[in-house]
């Protein structure tokens, strides 16, 4: 009996050391995850360069359940779920970066969702990320140069007392979207921060109303209704 009592013992303990390596194991990729960026591969090119994000390419072929898999074995991301969308016959899939509360107590989450959009035949159309690290205007310039055009300034977005304007980089794919401050008479500055990318097959077409020049730093012009 005492034998059998110390045998079982010995195997909770075993098994809750396994748990607490696993976790410890778990807990330092999330934390290498917020602490590196999983976005940070548009200035890197690793482990693939824009507009690949992750082994995601847009223009390629992908299933559905593919993509999920993929999604919740990546280091930072947390819940992931679908969205059906009728009037575009195809499928969003929707994700969260991580929010452990463990890891927030020395770290904030970074915010935002972020979604892959595959089209009825399951090709990747787009992909949409908030970025989980820091990047000045100034910074992506220095990697890609001057965009092609520029959207017109959205005020309310990304938050309360602030702007939006979209840099369109057609050869690359890639839509960036910066932050400028305050929504009324928005100036854009070297040190404005890009929060969102867009990434796209490279060549897509310009909307026309999207096609205008870059005009430099300074203040914007906010389009009235």
């Known amino acids: 009996m005492l034998k059998s009592r110390r045998k079982y013992i010995w195997l909770l303990l075993i098994l809750l050391g396994i748990g607490i390596v696993s976790l410890g194991r778990n807990l330092g990729l999330e934390w290498q995850a917020r602490k590196n960026g999983t976005v940070r591969g548009l200035l890197t090119e690793i482990p693939c360069a824009p507009p690949c994000w992750q082994s995601f390419s847009p223009g390629t072929t992908v299933e559905k359940s593919t993509v999920i898999q993929k999604l919740r074995r990546i280091p930072g ?3 992931v779920w679908e969205n059906e969308i009728a009037s575009a016959e195809g499928v ?4 969260l970066w991580n929010d452990n509360p463990l890891l927030n ?7 935002g969702y972020n979604n892959i959009y595959l089209d009825q035949d399951d090709t990747l159309i787009s992909i949409t990320l908030n970025l989980d690290f820091e990047l000045t205007i100034a910074e992506l310039i220095d990697k890609y140069g001057i965009p092609e055009s520029i959207g017109s300034v959205v ?3 990304p938050q309360p007392g602030s702007g939006s304007i979209s840099l369109f980089y057609p050869q690359h794919g890639l839509i960036c979207q910066v932050e400028v401050f305050p929504d009324y008479r928005p100036v854009l500055e070297p040190n404005s921060i890009v929060y969102k ?3 796209q097959s490279p060549g897509f077409a310009l909307d026309s109303g999207f096609e205008q020049p870059w005009i430099g730093y300074g203040e914007l012009e906010v389009l009235k209704p």
Not at 106 to 111: G, R
């Open 92 to 95: 969003s899939i929707m994700w």
């Open 197 to 199: 990318v867009v990434y």
């Open 105 to 111: 107590l020395f770290s904030p989450s970074w915010p």
């Open 155 to 157: 005020t309310g977005i």
């Open 77 to 79: 991301i947390g819940a």
